[in-house]
């Protein structure tokens, strides 16, 4: 059962709404289920002779007194507002059991306290089958405001309860992370625009895309703009440096033909001006080598980004068992950064669900949890070297997916430990598209270093090796139906100068094979993850005379939602 608290200030205006065949002549059978007094509360859903303004005058009767006190000053924002809908696949409630939920949470929020003579007035109306739609005003019979604070939290604390003696679905409880889901108005204007997704929620993904790419604010607002989206700052008045900023979607006007503009906060907590600014605080980043290319191999084709995040991944699950809170978050926002540039790099098919799994992951990367993004720096700065990464190094990139799909898991865990219900179950939906997509991407890889398999005398030779570096799991590895493409990886690792048996002790200490059901497999992506060491020892006996040349404004990252107006190809 969700509620929806928010408050204007047209108490007709709401009631013509609530009455009348809503957007989309979605509304069926309006009528009043509660209110502070049944007999009182003329209802035009049921009595051809009542009018909205009557309804109306009733309901401001209070707020009407309250202004004429004011010198004919209405209070502010009077008008409260909170739809309440069950979940998906719940049974219909009754009419009576809905005026029981109206009556509960107008107590709960401090609307209308029960036995209170004084409350303010309010009615809950049925329009649907689902869902009724509670309206107050917010000025008591004593002139004075509800105390109101927290009334949000107050009404999905009392709808867990609700939902729990009626037999509804239990959701799961926020913490003011989340950030604000689209109005009915813009998911009808996407609508009736033929567009997948609001114009709120394709510039989030945008926003969390380019921040997760670029290396500074600047750049931000650079990439922002060269994707086709406005950008408008606000100056301090003293400094003139940026203390805010909305954007608005390409085509997106008001009946006035003006931008639709939306603050970054507006659009996710994390998307603010000071929340962005702790995660892209290295303005001297820009301007220095993110690492040593092979000289012989071009920049955009060396491996070492999808090396060193995978790297960095599996340190970051080592960070979320080390108890320290604030570390943990940071590596999850760090990490949430890396889905995105990870799908970017990513031009196979399963791009689609690296792309969905970033877009899950959004709420796990956020929590009531202070994040130390400091901590996580490793991690970040890995992550954006993949948004230059023009292809994906084979088996490397597999690699990269086999850990997160492995950091999700621990992420959904880790929030679950804490209490933290919606990013867990955000961590559990990204892994699901994880897993989907590595499975995608690695089946076909293991089937062919299973054709690629060595001689039969090699392959007991690894056997050996395995049976000696790793006693307590070898029959589990042996037995595994990716052992044979783990005999290929194990043969191409000695041909870059790795010794089998000391590889096999080392990678094989990690938690992941204690559990793993397909323990070779995991052995494989580990294997693969490991640098060349003839190529380093290579690289030690050469001088790298010069570094990789990077421009300080990163390549822009591809979309990761669905289409927007026309304007934003043009500027692709």
């Not at 509304?27 to 209802?43: E, K």
């Not at 926002?333 to 669900?353: K, M």
Request: aromatic residues 6%; charged residues 25%.
């Amino acid at each position: 059962m969700v509620p929806d608290v928010s408050t204007g200030s047209d108490t007709r205006g709401l009631i013509v709404y609530l009455f009348g065949p809503g957007r989309r002549d979605e509304h069926t059978d309006a009528h009043i289920v509660a209110a502070w007094d049944m007999a009182g509360a003329p209802d035009p859903g049921r009595d051809p002779a009542a009018t909205y303004s009557q309804l109306a005058k009733r309901l401001d009767h209070h707020v009407d007194l309250r202004t004429r006190e004011l010198g004919g000053k209405k209070p502010p924002q009077y008008v409260w507002h909170c739809p309440v809908r069950t979940a998906p696949g719940d049974r219909y409630l009754t009419d009576t059991e809905w005026a029981e939920v109206a009556r509960r949470i107008v107590h709960a929020t401090g609307i209308a306290p029960e036995d209170n003579e004084k409350a303010c007035r309010w009615i809950a109306v049925r329009h649907a089958d689902d869902h009724i739609h509670i309206m107050a005003t917010t000025v008591r019979a004593d002139g004075r405001r509800p105390r109101t604070h927290r009334d949000g939290q107050r009404a999905q604390a009392e709808c867990r309860k609700i939902e729990a003696e009626f037999g509804l679905r239990r959701l799961k409880s926020g913490d003011l992370t989340a950030p604000r889901t689209p109005t009915g108005a813009e998911r009808a204007k996407a609508e009736r625009q033929g567009q997948t997704v609001t114009a709120r929620h394709w510039l989030r993904e945008q926003a969390y895309a380019v921040a997760a790419a670029v290396h500074n604010e600047a750049d931000y607002f650079t990439v922002l703009q060269s994707l086709g989206i406005k950008v408008k700052t606000r100056l301090g008045p003293e400094t003139g440096n940026v203390i805010g900023y909305s954007l608005a979607a390409p085509g997106d006007t008001n009946a006035a033909g003006e931008p639709v503009w939306y603050g970054g906060s507006k659009l996710a907590p994390d998307l603010s001006t000071n929340r962005l600014r702790e995660r892209l605080p290295d303005q001297e980043m820009t301007d220095r080598p993110r690492y040593v290319a092979d000289p012989a191999t071009p920049w955009r084709h060396t491996t070492t980004p999808w090396r060193h995040t995978t790297t960095a991944i599996h340190a970051a699950r080592s960070v979320l068992d080390s108890g320290d809170d604030a570390a943990a978050q940071g590596h999850l926002a760090a990490f949430g950064d890396a889905l995105y540039n990870i799908a970017s790099a990513t031009t196979d098919p399963h791009r689609a669900e690296l792309q969905a799994a970033a877009m899950a992951f959004n709420r796990a990367r956020r929590s009531a949890t202070r994040a130390d993004h400091q901590a996580a720096t490793a991690l970040r700065k890995a992550a954006k070297e993949l948004a230059y990464a023009s292809s994906e190094p084979g088996g490397l990139a597999i690699a990269l997916l086999f850990a997160t799909v492995h950091l999700a898991r621990a992420a959904s865990k880790w929030h679950e430990q804490r209490g933290h219900e919606q990013q867990a179950a955000a961590a559990e939906e990204a892994l699901r598209h994880l897993q989907a997509g590595y499975q995608q991407a690695a089946t076909p890889v293991l089937a062919d270093l299973a054709r690629r398999a060595p001689r039969a005398a090699t392959a007991r030779r690894f056997e050996q090796d395995v049976r000696a570096a790793l006693p307590d799991h070898a029959d589990r590895i042996l037995a595994d139906p990716t052992w044979t493409a783990l005999t290929a990886t194990l043969a191409h690792a000695e041909t870059a100068g790795h010794n089998p048996r000391h590889l096999l002790a080392t990678v094989g200490t990690l938690r992941e094979l204690d559990s793993a059901e397909r323990p070779a497999e995991v052995l494989n992506w580990r294997i693969t993850a490991q640098p060349n060491r003839r190529t380093q020892a290579a690289r030690r006996r050469s001088t790298v005379s010069g570094t990789s040349s990077m421009s300080a404004t990163p390549i822009p990252p591809a979309t990761p939602v669905g289409t927007r107006p026309e304007e934003h190809s043009r500027h692709r």
